[in-house]
């Protein structure tokens, strides 16, 4: 079974710093296209960043600049590294499988949650 | 605001039929079958519910189906459940910088 397991997430100040780890079992981190989509309170679903097998990464253009996608294929992760935070990131951070065949993203964490606020 | 167009909200009684819309351009929806719909229970995470405009994974009820005309796609509940209460995403590949698009999200009530 494919397992897709998020953590890192918190309160934190405007500002500040955090990485996302998403841990995940049954699939190989480096064989699959994988993403993160965040969703802020009460509101829909965006995409973060992706990184595809090859090693090429997308941010969304919000993100651009203060955020980073990387994998490490010895622990089967995948993480975010998010920097100077701003109240807009607040959301449920997913990460997902990004199947690009059929452009959907078909397995999905159960989320971190991440609050930035003073 | 959202790339694609989704109506708020919508209702039906159990054992009815509803429809959701998804609304974008030729850039995305129009243009490509990479058309996807998502489930999100509540306090839960999305679950893939159509790809490729109409195709459903393994497991999905085939109470589910999509399709497209021009520029906008839909998702038809047939037979709504109780359990079928939730949100509902709509997403496409687009042929602009974003590389995905995702709609608004419609809430569903089961009345």
């Known amino acids: 079974e494919v397992q897709l397991v998020e953590s890192g997430g918190g309160l934190i100040q405007p500002g500040g710093s955090l990485r996302l780890s998403c841990t995940v079992s049954?699939?190989?981190?480096?064989?699959?296209?994988m993403t993160w989509v965040r969703q802020a309170p009460g509101k829909g679903l965006e995409w973060v960043s992706f990184?595809?097998?090859?090693?090429?990464?997308y941010y969304e253009d919000s993100v651009k600049g203060r955020v980073s996608i990387s994998r490490d294929n010895s622990k089967n992760t995948l993480y975010l590294q998010m920097n100077s935070l701003r109240d807009e990131d607040t959301a449920v951070y997913y990460c997902?499988?990004?199947?690009?065949?059929?452009?959907?993203?078909?397995?999905w964490g159960q989320g971190t949650v991440v609050t930035v606020s003073s | 605001q959202s790339a694609l167009t989704q109506p708020a909200s919508v209702s039906g009684s159990p054992g009815q039929s509803i429809t959701i819309s998804c609304t974008g351009t030729?850039?995305?929806?129009?243009?490509?079958?990479?058309v996807s719909w998502y489930q999100q229970l509540p306090g839960k995470a999305p679950k893939l519910l159509i790809s490729?405009?109409?195709n459903r994974p393994s497991g999905v009820s085939n109470r589910f189906s999509g399709s497209k005309s021009g520029n906008t796609a839909s998702l038809t509940i047939s037979g709504l459940q109780a359990e079928d209460e939730a949100d509902y995403y709509c997403?496409?590949?687009?042929?602009?910088?974003?590389?995905?698009?995702f709609g608004g999200g419609t809430k569903l009530t089961v009345l």
């Open positions: 990184i595809y097998d090859d090693g090429t990464t």
């Open positions: 030729s850039s995305d929806v129009g243009g490509y079958n990479y």
């Open positions: 490729e405009v109409s």
């Open positions: 997403s496409s590949y687009t042929s602009i910088n974003t590389l995905v698009v």
């Open positions: 049954g699939l190989t981190v480096r064989s699959n296209h």
């Open positions: 997902a499988t990004y199947q690009l065949l059929i452009g959907a993203f078909d397995i």
